[in-house]
Each structure stands twice: as structure tokens, then as C-alpha cells.
């Protein structure tokens, strides 16, 4: 059976709120790369523990390249990690490690907007391991509605974990959805774990 993007939206959740905030604590996530690694070990450790996810696949800093005529801007974009079903990109991340300050954003959220107004082009994933190149052959398709995260380890005090501030400077964010570990900026340094809500 298909997962439901309700589904995949609920692992991801999981996985931030209950593996990535214990990696962070316990000291191994250290840099953007390694909240790179952990995410994506503990995704595919579910996909592969659950038959329930049988039908998805992961694929790491994709550079996006298509058939000619197809992604536009998007042509050379690397997601930090996707998420496809079957033969569609349901989930794109952008990631940010910023424990000490506040992630610089405004890029990622332009590309966001570009993931939406791309929807249904072609997009190549998989390699000859014979050649390198691209199986021209097996394309995926961006879904209609792709789920997007922006998962962030920084203060709490930054702009992109403000709603009313994101809105401000972009109109429709209803679709993204920020994961976030959040640092207070007080003295304490207090860490708060959180999943937050649709921007919308």
C-alpha cells in the first residue's frame, strides 16, 4: 500500500523529535554534515525496520539535473535530502547547523517557491555505477504537493523560527513545514525541542 504523505510527514516528525534531538545532546551531531548523517541514518533505519515504508527511498545532497526544458532555475540545486515514492519526489529538506547564531534563510525559502512552481517536471536520480551518467531512462517526478522542511539546530531568537517575521517576507509559506532545536539566547543556553507547525 502507498504511503500517505500523512505518513511520511509522521516519520520525519519522529525521527527529529525523538532521534535527532538525543544525537544532539549526546554530542554526535557537531556540524551541518553529520545532522546530515544522522537524519539520514535514522530515516533509512525505519524504512528498512518497517515494511510500512517499503514503497520510499532517500538520496543525499541530489544535484537536480532533468531532461532539457524541465526544472528551470531548480537545474543545479542540491537539496540536502530527498524523500521519493515510488517515482515521485514527495519531500525535499534543507538543512542548518547553527547552535551558536542564527541560520542565514532567505535562500532556502526562494527555493522553496521553486520546488512548488516546478511540480510534475523530471528530475534524473539514479547512476550507471558502469558509467556515472545519468539512466536517462528512470526519471522521477516532482509531486504536486511536495512536502518541504527547513530543519534547523539554532537560537531561538532566529528570524526563520518566527512565523509572523517569515510571512512578512514571504506570502505563501503554508507548505513549509520547520523542524527546529531550539537554543534560548539567555545565559542558560536552555535547549527546546520542537516540531514546529505549518508557517500558514
Known amino acids: 500500500m502507498k504511503n500517505s504523505l ?19 545532546v549526546n554530542g554526535l551531531i557537531n556540524s551541518e554534515r553529520a545532522l546530515q548523517a544522522c537524519l539520514y541514518h535514522h530515516l533509512r533505519a525505519s524504512l528498512e525496520k518497517s515494511r510500512t515504508y517499503g514503497d520510499l527511498e532517500l538520496f543525499v545532497e541530489q544535484k537536480l539535473d ?4 524541465q526544472l528551470g532555475k ?37 527555493k522553496f517557491d521553486q520546488y512548488h512552481e516546478r511540480k510534475g517536471n523530471k528530475v534524473f536520480l539514479h547512476i550507471d555505477p558502469d ?3 545519468w539512466v536517462e531512462e528512470k526519471t522521477y517526478s516532482i509531486a504536486s504537493e511536495p ?9 531561538s531568537d532566529s528570524g526563520a523560527f518566527k512565523p509572523k517575521s517569515m510571512r512578512e517576507r514571504f506570502q505563501e509559506l503554508d507548505f513549509v513545514t520547520v523542524l527546529a ?3 534560548d539566547a539567555d545565559e542558560e543556553r536552555k535547549l527546546v525541542f520542537s ?4 508557517l500558514g
Not at 66 to 69: A, E, N, S, T, V
Request: proline share 5%; net charge positive; glycine share 10%.
Open 131 to 133: 558509467t556515472g551518467y
Open 181 to 183: 532545536i531550539k537554543i
Open 6 to 24: 500523512k505518513d511520511i510527514d509522521r516519520l520525519v516528525r519522529n525521527v527529529w523529535t525523538e532521534k535527532i534531538s538525543t544525537d544532539y
Open 66 to 69: 532533468g531532461p532539457r526544458g
Open 74 to 110: 531548480l537545474r543545479g540545486k542540491t537539496p540536502d535530502l530527498i524523500i521519493c515514492r515510488g517515482k515521485e519526489i514527495v519531500a525535499f529538506f534543507e538543512l542548518k547547523f547553527v547552535p551558536e547564531g542564527r541560520p542565514v534563510f532567505e535562500g532556502d525559502f526562494k
Open 147 to 155: 512536502l518541504i522542511y527547513y530543519a534547523a539546530i539554532a537560537r
Open 195 to 198: 516540531v514546529a507547525g505549518l
